[in-house]
């Protein structure tokens, strides 16, 4: 497309939101960035894949809250200086979305891009939700879980993870619909006509 769009999407665990993200980003004919930046991150920074892997969207508690919020911002909060090592990755993978989006449109899946990004212009943030049931038989169906309890397990277990890490590097509410210029339920027309509806709304949007 002409106009420059970033397109970040932030989503529940089952609601196929990565899947969303990877059908826009083919139909409007720009670059998809989800795991690959935690490849793009470790040659960046030099820390090993594995490390960024290992800590994916999480959170060290033991850290001070004013500077991780700091390095989210960009630089550190006077006085704050010592940051643990979810801190530098965290950032580390904040400067890498920051250097795609200054290279033009693309989608951008999870990590606090919409917060990272919040200013902007070319902004469009997404929040992909569904209904349980739903999500339950998606990750059954696309992770190979055992069991509809150990899916629905995961499915929790994974969304309180990411609502954390959202809420401990933005001191936002994660589900806060207010955060997100479009917050859409997948089960209600499925994943292609959500996919169709979405760059309907980036259309009039642009």
């Known amino acids: 497309m002409d106009k420059k769009i ?7 665990y089952g609601s196929g939101g990565r899947e969303i993200g990877k059908k826009i980003a083919d139909k409007l004919k720009i670059p998809f960035y989800d795991k690959e930046l935690i490849t793009m991150a470790a040659k960046e920074s030099g820390f090993k894949q594995e490390m960024f892997e290992k800590n994916d969207e999480q959170v060290d508690y033991s850290n001070n809250y004013l500077t991780a919020i700091g390095y989210v911002l960009g630089s550190p909060i006077a006085g704050l200086t010592d940051i643990s090592m979810n801190d530098e990755l965290h950032q580390i993978q904040a400067n890498v979305i920051r250097q795609l989006a200054e290279k033009g449109s693309c989608v951008i899946v999870g990590r606090c891009a919409n917060y990272v990004l919040r200013n902007d212009p070319s902004l469009v943030s997404l929040f992909i939700t569904g ?8 990750v059954v169906n696309d992770y190979h879980t055992a069991s509809l309890e150990d899916a629905e397990k995961l499915m929790e277990k994974t969304d309180k993870r990411r609502g954390n890490y959202y809420n401990y590097y933005t001191n936002q509410d994660w ?3 207010q955060h997100y210029d479009l917050c859409v339920n997948s089960s209600v ?18």
Do not use: H, P, Q
């Not at 209904?131 to 998606?138: A, H, S």
């Not at 996919?195 to 980036?202: G, M, N, S, Y």
């Open 189 to 206: 027309l499925g994943i292609d006509k959500t996919v169709d509806l979405i760059c309907e709304f980036i259309n009039l949007k642009a």
């Open 175 to 177: 589900k806060d619909a």
């Open 131 to 138: 209904k349980t049931e739903d999500k339950i038989l998606r």
């Open 6 to 12: 970033i397109i970040t999407i932030a989503r529940e």
